[in-house]
């Protein structure tokens, strides 16, 4: 079996209306290729007839290859599992909603050309996208940014061009709460972004909504940053010493014959706050070590239940070889 140039992984979860026009879009971008490419499409658990249309462009097409996960295991572990079964010497990690442009990947791929393992694009503007989700996504990244000992870029999604040697060291991460946009910046090599105008989505509606996006960033941080557990320690000594002074205080009023009338609302409102800050520090605790167990259970990070031009027992790997050298 000859290994392609370029793969495309695109998950997909109920993108039946998109599908059409992302694979004519995606046919006119290979053609411009500088090499032969493939489409793996990794349908995580659509219920809107997403596969079938997958499986009539299979037919129509052999490059679009099809692999059908036995659920939805979300939109992370969707692009593992295409990453996992990409057998080109450069990766092309897109959505298929086509907020990622193909176009991009021209620019994406004379980049990796020039020499860089890593190209990522990076969002110059974010069309079609409410103020909320703007704003919460240009803070999460800044303050993701301040919070991890990695670098990771601003504004830069999971639209990203990889080659082999960036592909085998994620692939070596088999971690089940996985962030791959951090992911990524961790394995280093030579990286460089692109810039681009994010446009709004072809058809239907986001798949994300706010409590999955708030997981998404909770993984985020606790993946790569100590810094929730540091900042419930600090938490835990400034109310130490807070509590100490005011101890202090009361023995010296109480000294003086200041303080005659016991204070019950103080007393109730230190009680709480003490309380509360309890219950957040465990559940910060908690959370890491909810992730301990998820990892220790050693589950699989997917099932496959049907595949289109693929092998479902595991990826068939490249041979080693120079960069962008056809077989």
Same mark, same amino acid.
């Given at each position: 079996?000859?290994?392609? %140039?370029? $793969? ?6 109920n993108?039946?209306? $998109? ?21 793996v ?9 997403? *596969?079938?249309?997958?499986? %009539?462009?299979?037919?129509h ?11 939805? *295991? ?25 907020q ?8 994406m ?81 030579d ?13 239907g509606?986001?798949? *994300? ?6 997981? *998404? ?5 606790? $993946? ?31 000294v ?9 609302? $103080? ?19 908690? %959370? ?40």
């Amino acid at each position: 079996m000859t290994a392609p %140039e370029y $793969s495309f992984v695109i998950p997909v979860h109920n993108e039946a209306e $998109s599908l059409p026009e992302l694979a004519r879009q995606l046919t006119d971008v290979m053609a411009q290729l500088d090499g032969s490419a493939e489409v793996v499409l990794v349908d995580d658990g659509s219920t809107d007839g997403s *596969f079938e249309i997958m499986r %009539e462009l299979h037919e129509h097409d052999a490059r679009f290859r099809v692999l059908r996960l036995s659920r939805n *295991f979300g939109h992370q572990i969707a692009i593992t599992a295409g990453l996992d079964h990409a057998d080109g010497y450069a990766i092309v990690i897109m959505d298929a909603d086509l907020q990622d442009p193909p176009e991009v990947v021209l620019e994406m791929a004379q980049r990796w050309r020039d020499g860089y393992s890593v190209v990522y694009a990076v969002r110059d503007r974010r069309s079609g996208e409410g103020l909320v989700k703007r704003v919460t996504a240009k803070w999460f990244y800044r303050l993701l940014d301040r919070f991890t000992d990695t670098p990771i870029p601003l504004d830069a999604g999971d639209f990203r061009l990889v080659d082999r040697q960036a592909l085998t060291a994620i692939r070596s991460m088999r971690e089940h709460n996985r962030y791959l946009r951090g992911m990524f910046a961790w394995v280093g090599f030579d990286q460089t972004g692109v810039r681009y105008v994010r446009p709004a989505r072809y058809a239907g509606t986001t798949k *994300f909504s706010m409590r999955k996006m708030a997981s *998404f960033a909770t993984d985020g941080i606790l $993946s790569f940053s100590a810094a929730p557990l540091r900042l419930a320690l600090n938490l835990g000594f400034v109310i130490s010493t807070l509590a100490f002074l005011a101890g202090f205080a009361a023995i010296a009023c109480k000294v003086a014959g200041v303080y005659t009338v016991p204070g019950w609302a $103080s007393l109730s409102v230190a009680v709480a706050l003490l309380g509360g800050m309890q219950l957040i520090i465990l559940g910060v605790i908690g %959370e890491y070590i909810a992730r301990i167990y998820e990892e220790v259970r050693r589950r699989p990070l997917y099932l496959v239940r049907d595949t289109l031009g693929l092998d479902a027992d595991g990826p068939w790997r490249a041979p080693d070889g120079p960069r962008g050298s056809r077989p």
